[in-house]
């Protein structure tokens, strides 16, 4: 089975509105069943995302992004699993720095590699899910390798699918995640800045039509860091159109 859609997210932040953005991603991905028992399912797939900041023109990029994700089904119950993606990310208009400090020739490109494993447990019509996700993030940026780092996620979620024909689903989650940047100084110049974060997280998908999906989230995020500027709480809202066929 192939699956080919577009979508647009909308996200505005309360206290930092120049990392508002407007998201524009093309998609395709086919779910294939290895097994005669149809416990496992494998998903390799493709984006094409552009993230436009409009307050920040610097800031916006293209990526491209290539994964492979994988479902088992233990039981009727519990199922887990797995994704590898590959993401390459390219600036518009950002440059990336020298070894000096300033602008190189070359846009700033970011190669990131995700992995992510979860448990789920299925609660009648709820499921509650248990994620791992890390990422290492490498960019040509040379200076201090400012962009460089490694992320570390652990979330627990809980989801429903509700309305006639299951319509609506709604899922509430909350995350701790850890950023460690490999050399960008902290407020103390012999360490390495290091964020720790929190996250409270609301979505709501509601399906309009065969092909037509509409979605919002509302997120409330506490970030705490070495560094005096990544100290920081934000509300974020956020609004999205699906179209697949």
């Known amino acids: 089975k192939a699956d080919i859609g577009y979508a647009l997210d909308s ?15 093309l998609n395709v991905s086919f779910k294939y069943l290895p097994l005669e028992s149809g416990k496992l399912t494998l998903e390799p797939g493709a984006k094409q995302e552009w993230n436009i900041y409009p307050y920040d023109s610097s800031s916006s990029y293209r990526q491209t992004k290539g994964f492979l ?3 088992y089904f233990l039981n009727k119950l ?3 699993g797995g994704k590898y993606e590959y993401g390459h990310k390219i600036y518009n ?10 602008n190189a020739m070359d846009e700033r490109a970011d190669i990131r590699h995700t992995g992510e494993l979860w448990a789920k447990r299925q609660i009648g019509k709820y499921s509650v899910k248990l994620k791992e996700k890390a990422y290492r993030n490498d960019s040509n940026s040379i200076y201090q390798l400012y962009d460089d780092y490694n992320d570390f ?12 024909d299951y ?11 850890i ?12 360490v390495a800045r290091k964020d720790r974060a929190i996250q409270g997280r609301f979505n709501a998908y509601y399906t309009l039509s065969k092909n037509w999906t509409c979605n919002y989230s509302f997120s409330i995020k506490k970030n705490n860091s070495n560094k005096g500027s990544g100290e920081f709480d934000d509300v974020t809202n956020s609004v999205g159109l699906t179209f697949s066929f």
């Open 69 to 71: 994700k994988a479902n």
């Open 78 to 80: 519990w199922s887990t």
């Open 167 to 177: 319509k609506l689903y709604l899922l509430l989650s909350a995350d701790y995640e």
């Open 11 to 25: 996200k505005f932040y309360a206290e930092q509105e120049t990392l508002n953005t407007d998201n524009h991603s």
């Open 93 to 102: 208009k950002k440059k990336a720095f020298n070894s000096a400090g300033g």
């Open 153 to 164: 996620n652990t979330e627990l979620s809980i989801s429903g699918a509700f309305l006639k």
């Open 179 to 190: 950023k460690n940047y490999r050399k960008r100084p902290s407020d103390n110049s012999l």
